[in-house]
């Protein structure tokens, strides 16, 4: 297992979003790299689990199981400057 961790400064109050969109990116370029077949799902509020401020879902086709699971997710937690 691979985390990604970041702080980021808050100048401008856009950079922690701006750091979680640029962690799905990479994360949809390896996906999509390794030939696997994923959705990813922006996840309601409802939901989040606390403290996270946004979360996305990654999930990959898993043919043993005839569905999708889920693999991977994205989260900033609370917009504090951090996104996992």
Excluded: C
């Excluded at 701006?18 to 999509?32: C, N, R, T, V």
């Excluded at 606390?50 to 917009?79: Q, S």
Aim: aromatic letters at 10%; zero cysteines.
């Amino acid at each position: 297992k691979v985390e990604m961790f970041g702080v980021t400064a808050a100048e401008r109050g856009t950079e922690s979003e701006e750091l979680l969109d640029e962690f799905l990116a990479l994360q949809k370029e390896i996906f999509s790299e390794l030939g696997l077949h994923y959705r990813v799902l922006d996840m309601p509020t409802e939901e989040l689990g606390l403290p996270a401020y946004r979360k996305f879902d990654i999930e990959a086709w898993m043919p043993g199981r005839g569905k999708f699971g889920e693999v991977r997710g994205v989260w900033d937690p609370n917009n504090s400057g951090k996104a996992q």
